[in-house]
């Protein structure tokens, strides 16, 4: 088991993890776009870079206004490990461990790096007619930039002939086709965006699907930059509520993963990070850890991965003494 260990420690940085969802590259990086690169504009530049922060890692709009963050509101500059500008945009760096201990006095939810892919199919009807954002465009890039702004990692349609005849006449109206789409384009949740105008006003209808779960929304905005990111917004909420490791509602859990490799050992622990994870048990039949989680989180968390609960006798146990013994708190999973 130590050589096992071992060799996990060195090569877990090199493997290339193949589930779907996937750690947000920059999660703990903000760029606010700011009119100047005066004093006081920086600051206010900061304290909104802290703002989105908090609600990227905790799913809620108000977070920094919790009583044990706010002295970090008013200045960030003790979890920031650097900032700069490009141009106008005030890039800021902001410390993880630093980060995630200040929020470990807060009551707050904690919402992992490792999160869903969705795919966004976003679909502008206005006088030009209906049209879709598709990959490569610089629209899309756009709308990219949005979802990274809320830590929320997507893709985008290839746009081509199969996608456009998806789309119809009515984007909204053929949902149960573009769903499907989540399989070709190897996504973990389906976001479907009907853009449209009212006067100088933008308008936006907005569901997600999560599997069969589906939340939906609308919004308006004054600009393009607006919408996009108001949309997103909400995503990074509606993700969060499922995903975020809420303080006080989970309890001891053991996981028993069967017929793990090095890479799916890797890609396991990857998952059940937000867990407080521990290893338990390395057997040549299965794996097993400690987490600290409520059932449902545990089980949407594993799916992220293509992993599926599956019944003790679907896994290999040592004898009908340890399955009585594990019943009550043990889960199995599988691929």
């Known amino acids: 088991m130590r050589f096992f260990l071992g060799i996990v420690a060195i090569l877990t940085s090199l493997i290339a ?17 700011l009119p100047s690169q005066e004093t006081d504009v920086r600051d206010a530049g900061l304290q909104q870079a802290f703002v989105t922060l908090m609600q990227r890692l905790t799913g809620q ?8 963050l706010a002295a ?6 003790a979890l920031i490990s650097r900032y700069g500008y490009e141009g106008n945009t005030l890039v800021v760096n902001f410390d993880p461990q630093t980060v995630q201990s200040a929020l470990r006095e807060t009551q707050l939810p904690l919402w992992g790096s490792n999160r869903p892919v969705v795919l966004a199919w976003w679909v502008i009807d206005d006088l030009n007619g209906q049209r879709l954002v598709s990959d490569g465009q610089p629209s899309a890039q756009k709308v990219a930039a949005a979802a990274q702004y809320y830590g929320v990692p997507v893709r985008m349609p290839l746009g081509d002939l199969a996608d456009q005849m998806l789309i119809g006449h009515d984007a909204l109206a053929r949902t149960e086709q573009i769903r499907e ?11 479907l965006v009907k853009q449209t105008q009212d006067g100088a006003q933008l308008l936006a209808q907005w569901q997600l699907w999560i599997g069969d779960e589906y939340q939906q929304g609308d919004l308006s905005a ?12 909400q995503v990074n ?21 069967a017929a793990v490799d090095l890479e799916r050992f890797v890609q396991v622990e990857r998952l059940l990070e937000p867990f407080a994870v521990q290893l338990h048990t390395v057997d040549k039949n299965y794996v097993q850890w400690q987490v600290n989680s409520s059932v449902e989180q545990l089980k949407a968390q594993m799916a992220l991965g293509g992993l599926h609960e599956q019944t003790a006798e679907d896994t290999a146990l040592d004898s ?13 999973f599988g691929w």
């Open 72 to 77: 970090f509101k008013r200045d960030p500059q």
């Open 17 to 33: 993890v193949t589930a779907v969802a996937k750690p947000v590259v920059g999660l703990y990086q903000v760029r606010e776009e």
């Open 181 to 191: 789409s989540v399989e070709r384009y190897s996504a973990d949740s389906v976001l």
């Open 222 to 233: 004054d600009s393009e930059a607006g919408l996009e990111r108001a949309v997103f917004a």
């Open 320 to 332: 009908t003494e340890e399955m009585a013994d594990t019943r009550q708190s043990m889960l199995y």
């Open 61 to 68: 709009a108000n977070a920094a206004d919790s009583a044990q």
């Open 237 to 257: 909420q509606q993700l969060a509520q499922r995903f975020a490791v809420k303080p006080g509602e989970g309890h001891a859990l053991m996981v028993r993963v």
